[in-house]
C-alpha cells in the first residue's frame, strides 16, 4: 500500500549532474531502509544507494564518491544527487523502501517505484 514515485531523470552530458526525486505516500509504521537501484538494457537490477532510518549510508564501488543519497522526511521524499555522470550511469533508476506496517513481525514491506530514465550521452 506504499507508493513511490520517481522523477528527475533526463538526458545529460557526461560530466553533468542530476538530482533524482522519490515521493513516499501510503500507510505505514515505519521505514528501516531505503534505496536507489538502476538496471541498464540486457542487465540485471543493481544496487546504488542506501539509507537507513538511523542515517546510515552506502553506496556502490561504481558511483561511491559521485552520488549522494539523502533524505526530507517533511516532505516525505527520498533524493539521489548524481554528480560527475558517466556513460555508464545510463539506465532506468527505481527507488525502493523496506519497513513495517506494524509492531506485528508478518508486516514487512518493500516497496519499489515505477522508475525514472537516466540517459548520459555526448
Known amino acids: 500500500q506504499v507508493q513511490l514515485v520517481e522523477s528527475g531523470g533526463g538526458l545529460v552530458q557526461p560530466g553533468g549532474s542530476l538530482r533524482l526525486s522519490c515521493v513516499v505516500s501510503g500507510s505505514f509504521f515505519s521505514i528501516n531502509v531505503m534505496g536507489w537501484y538502476r538496471q541498464a538494457p540486457g542487465k540485471q537490477r543493481e544496487l546504488v544507494a542506501t539509507l537507513t532510518g538511523g542515517g546510515s549510508t552506502n553506496y556502490a564501488d561504481s558511483v561511491e564518491g559521485r552520488f549522494t543519497i539523502a533524505r526530507d522526511t517533511a516532505k516525505n521524499t527520498l533524493y539521489l544527487q548524481m554528480n560527475s555522470l558517466k556513460p555508464e550511469d545510463t539506465a532506468v533508476y527505481y527507488c525502493?523502501?523496506?519497513?513495517?506496517?506494524?509492531?506485528?513481525?508478518?508486516?514487512?514491506?518493500?516497496?519499489w517505484g515505477q522508475g525514472t530514465q537516466v540517459t548520459v550521452s555526448s
Open positions: 525502493n523502501v523496506q519497513g513495517r506496517r506494524g509492531w506485528n513481525s508478518r508486516s514487512e514491506f518493500a516497496s
